[in-house]
T-cell receptor, first 116, second 117 residues
Framework: TQLLEQSPQFLSIQEGENLTVYCNSS?????LQWYRQEPGEGPVLLVT?????EVKKLKRLTFQFGDARKDSSLHITAAQPGDTGLYLC????????????????FGKGTHLIIQP | GAGVSQSPRYKVAKRGQDVALRCDPI?????LFWYQQALGQGPEFLTY????????KSGLPSDRFFAERPEGSVSTLKIQRTQQEDSAVYLC???????????????FGPGTRLTVL
């Protein structure tokens, strides 16, 4: 089973600051997803990255997939209190005999708090 | 409804009791997944259905855990003789089709928080 290591585990910063969180693996990712989870809710998909070196932007969030597809980062510019949440990276579990992608393996997440 | 719903949202059980957790997926979604999320951790895969067929139950932690989806829509996760280590949030997710291309987007419900005393 491929383990996903996320860092830092906890991060608390002031509104307006920039931050970067990381997701790393000892093996190559086929693709990688980033989710945000707010308290009392399920994870919500932010982005899927597939190609090594790929960069995707979602408003103030910038997602990067490493060239070797073994790492990914999420950078937030000018963080807002609404960015507070648990940021999770995930990848597909190995496909079952029936084919297709069957469930996700998640990292432990980065708990992000943006203080006003 | 528009999204995945789960009930109850909160459940307190005494050790040894049986519990049943319900998931209503998005209408028409073929694939359904259950995950267990311990406090402060990421979700961990439990089991997967394609329509009514349970294709993978390798993540179920013990034989006290049982899931079903008899008509290919609503699913129930049952835990027998609950133990304190079963305390967690149980998340359900659904996906439109078995083969969802590059996005592989699963839509998650809000979860059921189970506390075993």
């Amino acid at each position: 089973t491929q383990l996903l290591e996320q860092s830092p585990q906890f991060l608390s910063i002031q509104e307006g600051e920039n931050l970067t969180v990381y997701c790393n693996s000892s093996s190559v990712f086929s693709s990688l997803q980033w989710y945000r989870q707010e308290p009392g809710e399920g994870p919500v998909l932010l982005v899927t990255v597939v190609t090594g070196g790929e960069v995707k932007k979602l408003k103030r969030l910038t997602f990067q997939f490493g060239d070797a597809r073994k790492d990914s980062s999420l950078h937030i510019t000018a963080a807002q209190p609404g960015d507070t949440g648990l940021y999770l990276c995930a990848q597909r579990r190995p496909g079952y005999s029936g084919g297709g992608a069957d469930g996700l393996t998640f990292g432990k997440g980065t708990h992000l708090i943006i203080q006003p | 409804g528009a999204g995945v719903s789960q009930s109850p949202r909160y459940k307190v059980a005494k050790r040894g009791q049986d519990v049943a957790l319900r998931c209503d997926p998005i209408s028409g979604h073929v694939s359904l997944f259950w995950y267990q999320q311990a406090l402060g951790q990421g979700p961990e895969f439990l089991t997967y259905f394609q329509n009514e067929a349970q294709l993978d139950k390798s993540g179920l932690p013990s034989d006290r855990f049982f899931a079903e989806r008899p008509e290919g829509s609503v699913s129930t996760l049952k835990i027998q003789r609950t133990q304190q280590e079963d305390s967690a949030v149980y998340l359900c997710a659904s996906r439109q089709s078995p083969l969802a291309g590059g996005r592989n987007e699963q839509f998650f419900g809000p979860g059921t928080r189970l506390t075993v005393l």
